[in-house]
Each structure stands twice: as C-alpha cells, then as structure tokens.
C-alpha cells in the first residue's frame, strides 16, 4: 500500500513527445487526487499538474499548460503524463505523488505537502 512506480523516462530531443505513466502495484488509488511533479537539477521540486480523484478536474502550471495532459484509468489503476512540445528546461526528475486524504470528487491541490505517497522518480533529460 502506498507504492507507486514511474517509468517512461529517457532521453528525447526537444519539440519531441513523451509520456510518462504511474503504476500502484498492490493498491488502489481510484478515491485519491493524483499529481506530477518535477525537480531540475540544482532545483527544488515543482508542481506540474495534478487530477482529481473522478478525472473530471485538473490543475495545471502556467509552464506546462497546452503541451503536457494528465489522465488516469482508475481501472488499470494507473496515472498518466503525455508531454508534448518538451523543451531542454523540462529535463529533471519526474515524480508522481498521490493525495489519500478524502476529498470531494473534483477536489485537485498543487501543494507538495498534501500528498503522502512519492515514487521514486523517473529521469527525463531533453536535448537540444
């Protein structure tokens, strides 16, 4: 309970897609805000998107919006991040975190400190 793993991470030129999916072997995360987050080197961790427990609602940074979407299949119970347009300032480490407070279905948050549950981070390096 409470493990997520990223994978999808690599190195990819800029103007280039990828995405980026968040596994919860032996849980279910269908009732929990989920997010992504990300930490460039020699930087702090920032806050990329997040979606709420029904799919219905998002957050988004103002640096990310209109190329990276975030999407989960509850089913699969399985968080997703398509990154397009990459740019060489999105290189970092990605994270995906999960909020298991109980909220209301559309409820999103973009702190860092509402989320209990991190995996371990997946390397995306863009080139130029």
């Known amino acids: 309970q409470g493990q997520l793993v990223e994978s999808g991470g690599g190195l990819v030129q800029a103007g280039r897609s990828l995405r980026l999916s968040c596994a919860t072997p032996?849980?279910?995360?269908?009732?929990?805000?989920l997010g992504w987050f990300r930490q460039p080197p020699g930087n702090g961790r920032e806050f990329i998107t997040a979606?709420?427990?029904?799919?219905?609602?998002?957050a988004v940074a103002d640096s990310v919006k209109g190329r990276f979407t975030i999407s989960r299949d509850n089913a699969k119970n399985t968080l997703y991040l398509q990154m397009n347009s990459l740019k060489t300032k999105g290189t970092a480490i990605y994270y995906c975190?999960?909020?298991?407070?109980?909220?209301?279905?559309?409820?999103?948050?973009?702190?860092?400190?509402?989320?209990?549950?991190w995996g371990q981070g997946t390397l995306v390096t863009v080139s130029s």
């Open positions: 979606i709420s427990a029904s799919g219905t609602n998002t």
């Open positions: 032996g849980g279910t995360f269908s009732n929990y805000v």
């Open positions: 975190a999960a909020d298991r407070a109980i909220h209301s279905a559309d409820h999103v948050t973009a702190r860092p400190r509402d989320y209990d549950y």
